[in-house]
Structure formats: structure tokens, C-alpha cells
């Protein structure tokens, strides 16, 4: 009806109003959401990192930029997106690509990775762009490369060279004189060129000087330098080397005692607070750095706190729930802090004008619009970041920081100043001095008496002919330490000799002789000497800290030259080479003797002027082959002619093969032969249990006899119980003296133990001595005072203050290495030069050649033999009969020919026929005339000479097979039956 059909047409109506109504609601709701985008603008900016660097790095970076995104007081209409590629170290190839495609994505900055080479190309990019490229590298070029015009590069790294006045700033506070400095490359240098150039402006009447020293790595490590530096007495070490290497370098300088009392080490590193230091830190010496991340700020263990917590993934935060603390190395912070150098630049940028990004092609057509005026206002950024306060100068380089000293101690690296590049260096630890008028000092102005024993080089008789009294009789390196101490604490001492002549050593319970037991008695008040601190003697006595550190080694006879060996001409080659070589002697003259017989060209016409020859020879049978390839090893050739082009290819590769050989070895022997080989008979501890050639002993009734007595381990066992065994009256000696002695005496045939300082007094004066192995222990000499004393504490500071003060070390250096005939062995070690070779060194080559001429006499006897025994069955006669006339002919001496004896006979042609060959059959190739034929034997008549002195032959019986001779014409092959004997 009409009623339903306009209910219907009501009903659809009110259906498409709502659809219409819900589609302007979503319209409007997109609207809304396009214009809140539109409010927030997006920019975009790019981290390359290097493939397989420290992954903080990369989240530093997106932390920083979530960290800027969250603060709205800067870039409130923006939102920063972080855009990180990863390019493989040092390829500029992939670099580029990688750049030019975040500059067409559109980036408003790029912050360049570690690697030198990547960062200086991508430098080049992005200036043709003028885009901001922000690094935080180590960079010595940047002054010439971040300050030249129209460059768009900032580096945050604080400038090498204000960083190189910071250490020479250190160095003059400390009052350094005499430095070593360690350097890991070439790039090194420029980070301590403030240091170099000091030496320009020293004065002749100044004492600074500086040894500059690479660390070469080989397959000893570091070490051959280190070790260098050790035996040079040098204290005063700075280390310039990268974070990667720096513990390995100071545990190897550890291993070469290095690390030990009276060294001072500075470390360049600026993430040396990174590095574990407690293995370093109980071995006395003063290790100083400088940081620039001050990680007792909170702001600071926040960025640790998130950056570690974003390095654990989920299976470790469930282990572990707690975050592992950590140090913030320099380069991460760095990273942090130059995206928010970036924000306020760009927020100062965004608030005079509209910044907007835009895709770049890197062809160079176009620019970045906003590139330059950003750059401007980078230098500009003044805040304090991570690494401290940030401000560059009109190059973009950071000239202006502070970093904290840093100063190894018990509780790890202290903070002991700062530094900044106005005020310059400021330390916080100050020596405290006594106050006038205060407590006095118990040791001021008191005399003290000091038991000693003669023993160089720590007390010894002053050499004089005038007679002297007290203490002026005696000098030394105790006697020294005596008076340095005394300068300190300010007492008088009168030194004496000990009466038993003895170091002491406890003869019942309480009672002691020798030195300790004047002191226990109060005959003395202190004991300086070089007397060890043991347990059994730190339980009865005080005993001071060490004031010179040592162990127990092995006194030898220095390496003597070794025999010259009967065969040290075979020396240059190892036995593989000359193996291999005679193999490829043998193939060469196989392939020559079968390319010879396959070539065409090889075969030739004989020389005996026949017009038209029957037959064919070739020069280079297995014979001749032979020769010819030993003829070229030994450089004197052959009359073997190669004609073919194949043989000839062949014959020059193997000259170039002998060339290379003999020229090898030649050069080889001259360096065999001149060079002495030393014989070491023992290397370490360990080699001498093992032997009985070479005897052993020590001080009877010393600490070193003690320590392998007590010792537990199993060499050491063995060493007492041969020690104290059946010889022990003639291995173990009274004194040092007398092993010295017995070492020199022996020949080689005794070690003597005893500790290491002395041993290097030694060897720096007699010259047949030398220390074998390193230190079998670790122990120390100190001083002895009666326990209960107030003494014990004021002398330990007084070492101390003589070990920082490298006073001790100058001492040592005096006592082992200048007087009293210090250096002697260094001085016999100039000269140089080669030492003629005597008849030892070439007895093999003359051996060689008697026995080669031997051999040779031996195969003529044998051609003797078989020659006469061919000749006598030939001419009819006995063969002694034969080889009567063949000696007495020999034995005249002179003439070269004979006349031919014999009986006749008729049996030319008959009896020796050529090998014939059919002209159908013979190969379809032309035949190469020449006037030689060695397919003939040697003994071949010409002119009426003789042919051989043993048989007379036709002239056609000496057509051999061994020729591999072929005759024309002929249709049938006959074997030579009758031929020359010799050709079978």
C-alpha cells in the first residue's frame, strides 16, 4: 500500500543521513590528526658507525636523542628521529654509498664514524652539502681540516694540542727531568708534541731530556721494548697508546718489572679509568691520567644506568636482576654530548627562521639552505655536557675543557687535581710539612748506630792512601741510603762492621748472630744491608718496607760459540729443499731427455761429412741429458747443444731455477758462516735437575739455600736434594764470593744461586758472567730495627718519599752501573766486525771434494778393469798381458796419442749393423743437419786419431742404439750386435 511503500522510503533516508554523518566525523577526525603532525615536524638525523665497534656507542646515540625529545624546553616543534647505518672499517667505497643514501632520504646532520679514512671521505660529502658533520674521534688533522673555509665539521674530542700542554703541565709540577716516552704509531706523536717541543727550548744548562721509544709488537708482545726500558733505568715513563692495548701493555710491563718500586707512569689515555688497575696498584709505583667523565655525577650514572640496561636482554635481566655499574669511556660520552650540542644549535636556528630538511643528491648541485647558518650557531653552543663544559672556538674545535687527575691507590684511581685550560693544573694533595714548634720528631738529633757487611756494592772500604776514620772508611749503596735517610729525618749514624762476619740467622730459640743478632743484643741499633726479609726473621725483627726490590736467579758463565759442525755448508738449505731439489733435478732431466726424443728438430745429421746420411743422431740421451742439467745447477755448462724450441723453453727455466738456488745459497752460506751459533747449555731452573754435566749450589746457611729447602715445588725439591746431597761440601760455599769465584773457575761446569741485584752488579764487571733464567722468587731487602722501636713507621715514610723522588733509583744507577768499574763489559762489547773464517768453518767443502775425487778414482779403476778385459779379448791376448801395457803406457806421463795394437779382423759391415728403419716407415718430417753428433762415443777417431786405447773398431760398429739412430732407405731393423761394449 501507499502507507508501508512511504514508511519504507522514510527508513532508508534516515539510513543515509547517519552514513553521511559518520563519514564527516572520520573526515574531521583525520583532519585534526594531519594538523597535529603538521604542528610536530620531523627531522631526521644519521650515526655511521664502524661494523663490529663497542655497541655503546650506537645506543648512547638514541639514548641522547630520546633524551632531547623528552625535554620540551628544547625544540618544542620538533621531533628528532634517529636514522644509524654501520660501514666497514676504513672502506671509503661503502661509506660514500651509504651517505649519499641518507642524504637523499633527507638528514639535517651526520655524526661520522671512529675510522680515519671513512670519517675524513664522508667530512668531503657533506661539506659539497653543507650538512653539519658532528665527530667525536681522536682527530690530529683537525685543525687543518675542521678550521679551514667552507667546512661544516665539528669535533668534540678535546684539541691534541691543548691536551699536550695539559701533560707538560704535569710533568713540570712534578719536576720531571729525564722521561721516557712509550708511543704506539706515528699519530701518537702529535698528541705529545707539546712534550717534544720542550726539548727546543732547553737550555744548555738544563738537565731535561727525553727518549722517545715506539712499542713494537712481535711475537714476544711488547716486551723486547719493555725490556729495553727496564735495563735502562729508566723511571719516568708516559704512555701514549690507545684504550684497546693499554692493559696489556702495563700487564706485560708488569712481567718485565716495570711495575715496581720508584716508577712513575703517565697514561695519555683519557679512558684510562675504564681499565682494571688492581692487579697494578700493590706493586709501588705512581700511576697518573687524566679523565674528563666525572662518574660520580648523577646525570652521569643515569646515561650508565640506561645504556647498560638496554645492553642486557631479556634471559640476563631474568639471572640478574641487578644493573652491573660501570665507567663511561670518553668516546660514549662524547657521542651524548655532541646530539645535544646538535638540539641547541638547531633550537637557537629554529626560532629566527623555518628550518626544514630536504633530500640531497650527491652529485653536488644542490646544498643543504640552512647548512651554513647552523654552522654558525654550533659555534656558538656553550653548555655543560658528560665530558664537562663544551664551547668551541671559531675553527669548531674544542680548546676549552677541564679533566680530573687521577692517581692510583690502594682504593683505586683518586682524584688528586683537575685541570683546565685557563687556571692550567691545580692539586688538591698537599704535602703535609712539620709545623714549627710541634711534636717532635723522635728520631731528630739522635745518633744511631748501623751494623753492616762488606759486600759489594752496599759496603765497601773506600779505595785511598790516606788512612781514614769512622764513617768516611766506608761507601756504597747503604752507605748512600744511610745518608739520604738521615737528610730526611734528620739523625746522625755511625756505621761498624759486624764482628762474625755474618747476615744472621737464629742459632737457638731467641738467639741470633751475625748482623740481626747485634741488633736483637743492642750492639746496633739498625741493620742496612743486603740482608732479605723472610718470615723467620719478620717474626724477631721490624722489619722496614722494601728498599730495593730482587729475587733469587742463577749465576752462569756467559753463552760461549759452539763448535764449528764438519757440514755447515749444508747449513743454508733445510733438508726438505734439497730433497725436493735433487726430485726436481731428476724430473728436469727426464722431461729433457723425452722432449729431445719427440722433437723433430732435435735430430740432426752426423758430423762425418756424408753427403747424403742414412742416419739421424740425437745430442741428449739419458746421459747427456744428465750432464747437461748438472752442468746448469753448477753454473759451468756443458757442450750439450739444445737445437729444438721445446728443449731450449725447458733448459731456460731450469737456469732460472739454478739461478735463484745458487744465489739463495749463496747468500745464505756467507751468513751461516760468519755469524757465531752461542751454546746455551742451561736456559732456566728447570733445565738443571735433568743433567749431571753442570753442578749447582749456594750460600750455606742462606735464605736462598732456605727457600729451596722450604719450597714445596718439585724442581726446586730436586735442586736441594742434589744440593745437600753426597757433594754438598763442594756446592754449597761460604759466601758469595767464593761461588763467584767457582763459577769463573769451572768452566761452565757450575751455577751458582744468589740474588738477582747481585748478580747484575756482577755482570756489569766480569765479563764472562751472566744471569741465566728470570726470578724464581719475589722478595726484598729492608731495614732491621729491634721490634717495639718507634722507628719502623718513620723510616717507612722515608723510603717512600726516596722512591717518589726516584732518589733510590738514582743510587742503584750510580752503584751497579757507573762506579767501581760499572759498564766494563758494555765498553768490550763495541768494536764489531767479521772474524775471518778459520779451517774448522770449511773443513766439510774440503771433505767433500777429497771424497768426490775418491769416488771418481774409484770409477776409473772400474773402466780400467772393464776397458782392458774388452781390449784383450779383442787384440787376443791375456788380460794381464793387457793391462801391463795399458800401465806402463799410463805411467810414462806424457803423450796424447798411440798407435792402435791388435789383431785383424775382417768383420766390419757383418758384425755391427745401425738400427734400421724404412723410409715408409720413418716419421713424415723433415731431418735438421748438424755438423756434431753425440749419439758417437767419446773415443771416435778424427783424422787419423786414435778412437779408444782398449779395441779397435770399424767405422760403422759405432753407430749405437743408445743414439737412437735411424737409417734411411732401409726397410728392416737389425739390433746392433756387436756395437761398442760400452753402449749397452
Known sequence: SLTEVAGDHGTHLTCSVMRMMSSMVVVLTMMAMAQTQNTIRKMTIAAIFDEGGDRKHELAFRHAVQAVNRNRDILSGVSLHAETVQIPEDDSFTAERKTCHLLEKGVVAIFGPISKSSSEHIRSITDSMEIPFIETRWNYR???????????????????????????????????????????????????????????????????????????????????????????????????????????????????????????????????????????KYGGTNITAFRMINVEKPEVQNVIYNIVESMLDQELRTTNSNIPGGNLDTTTALIYDSVHAFALALHELSAVQQVHQRPLDCSGQTAWVHGNSLVNYMKMVEFVGLSGPIKFDTSGLRTQFEMDLMELQMGGLTKVGSWNSLDHLSLSRVEKKSKEGGTPDPMANKTFVITAILNPPYTMLVESHKKLTGNARFEGFAIDLAKELSLVLGFNFTFKLVDDNKYGSEISPGNWNGMLGEVMDGVADFCIADISITSSRASAFAFTMPWLNLGISILYTKPRAAAPSLLAFLDPFTTDVYICTLLMFVLVTLIIYVLARFSPNQWEEPDNCIKDPEEYTNQYNFLNSFWFVLGALMQQGSDVEPLSLCVRFAGGVWFFFALIMIASYTANLAAFLTVETLETPIKSVEDLPGQDEIWYGAMEGGSTAGFFENSNNDVYQKIWQFMSGVHQAEVMLEGNIEGVEKVEESNGKYAFFMESASIQYLVERRCKLSQVGGLLDSKGYGIATRQGTPYKTLLDNAILKLLEGGTLHRLKVRWWKQKRGGGACDAKGGGGGVSPLGLANVAGVFLVTMIGCAVASVFAFLEFLYGTKQSAKDCGVTWAEEMRTELKFIFQCHGNTRELRGRDSDSD????????????????????????????????????????????????????????????????????????????
Request: glycine share 6%; hydrophobic share 30%.
Open 142 to 280: 683537525s685543525q687543518k681540516v675542521i678550521g679551514s673555509a667552507g667546512g661544516y665539521a665539528f669535533n668534540l674530542h678535546p684539541d691534541i694540542t691543548t691536551l699536550g700542554t695539559a701533560y707538560l703541565d704535569l710533568m713540570e709540577a712534578y719536576q720531571w727531568k729525564t722521561i721516557t716516552i712509550l708511543y704506539q704509531d706515528n699519530d701518537s706523536l702529535m698528541t705529545i708534541q707539546q712534550i717534544l717541543k720542550k726539548t727546543a727550548t732547553v737550555g744548555p744548562m738544563d738537565q731535561f731530556r727525553l727518549v722517545v721509544k715506539q712499542l713494537v709488537h712481535n711475537e714476544n708482545g711488547y716486551r723486547d721494548v719493555l725490556k729495553e726500558i727496564f735495563l735502562s733505568e729508566s723511571n719516568l715513563i708516559v704512555l701514549e697508546c690507545e684504550k684497546k692495548i693499554l692493559q696489556e701493555v702495563l700487564r706485560q710491563c708488569q712481567q718485565v718489572g716495570l711495575i715496581s718500586q720508584g716508577y712513575h707512569f703517565l697514561l695519555t689515555s683519557l679512558d684510562a679509568h675504564t681499565i682494571n688497575l688492581d692487579n697494578f
Open 909 to 984: 759391415s757383418s758384425n755391427s749393423h745401425s738400427s734400421q728403419v724404412s723410409l715408409e716407415e720413418s716419421p713424415p718430417y723433415a731431418r735438421r743437419k748438424s755438423n756434431h753428433s753425440q749419439g758417437e762415443l767419446p773415443f771416435k777417431i778424427r783424422l787419423g786419431m786414435v778412437e779408444s786405447p782398449y779395441s779397435k773398431k770399424s767405422e760403422s760398429s759405432h753407430k749405437s742404439t743408445d743414439s737412437k739412430s735411424t737409417k734411411l732407405g732401409s726397410e728392416d731393423e737389425e739390433q746392433n750386435q756387436n756395437g761398442n761394449p760400452f753402449d749397452e
